[in-house]
């Protein structure tokens, strides 16, 4: 092969290699492109999402806020003593009304608009709870003010809260008997979802945090 036909022949394959390097930059950038709608797709989606979760969120406690007001005039009453596994809402009624008058010592009289047992709820002292409606908010608050009449019996009286916040209450209870081990001087109480702590006129107010799944301080003030 001459002199002449062997630069031909490189001059093709230059030729060739520099329409291969083109080919492989067009298809680099489009795949830079495609990544690039790719991750733009990626953020909207996980931005969506997580406006999705705080919205679900935000309804959930809407909820929860509704069922506990739907609770509010509400009394749950354990350790009353249950002899029959189906008894009649007539005679849940009449054991309320009888521990209220009798036992409580109420002379009021309280209305009661219904009263059943929690028979999906736990067994507290060999029989099922019971959750009573009153007419009024008066009335649920002077109820549960004489609770401390139960003292002595199997029976203790308690508001009627939704499952979360109960389960909110729980881990305030917890909080509450970790820090009265601390310090026995500290005062405490438990005011619907926030606890709160008091010593040397400096109070406290703790709060569970959904996100992090543990009672945390939310103020603290000087009275």
Not at 33 to 56: A, C, F, G, P
Not at 191 to 209: A, F, G, M, P
């Amino acid at each position: 092969m001459s002199m002449e036909e062997q630069l031909s022949s490189l001059s093709c394959e230059m030729e060739a290699l520099h329409v291969e390097v083109n080919n492989l930059k067009e298809k680099n950038e489009q795949l830079m492109k495609e990544n690039e709608n790719l991750q733009r797709s990626s953020d909207k989606l996980r931005k969506e999402m997580e406006e999705t979760r705080i919205e679900v969120k935000h309804i959930a406690n809407l909820n929860d806020d509704l069922e506990n007001r739907s609770r509010r005039n509400n009394i749950v009453l354990y350790g009353v003593p249950q002899e029959d596994a189906k008894e009649s809402w007539e005679t849940t009624e009449t054991k309320v009304k009888g521990i209220i008058t009798e036992t409580m010592e109420i002379e009021k009289d309280i209305q009661i608009d219904r009263a059943h047992r929690i028979n999906n709820g736990p067994t507290v002292r060999g029989s099922k709870p019971i959750v009573a409606k009153l007419a009024s908010w008066k009335d649920k608050e002077l109820v549960l003010k004489n609770g401390r009449k139960l003292a002595g019996t199997n029976i203790t009286v308690d508001e009627d809260f939704s499952s979360t916040l109960r389960g909110r209450r729980k881990k305030l209870f917890a909080k509450k008997r970790e820090l009265a081990r601390e310090d026995e001087s500290i005062k405490t109480k438990i005011r619907y979802d926030k606890l709160i702590v008091t010593k040397n006129n400096k109070t406290t107010i703790y709060k569970v945090d959904e996100s992090l799944n543990q009672v945390v301080c939310i103020s603290q003030s000087h009275s």
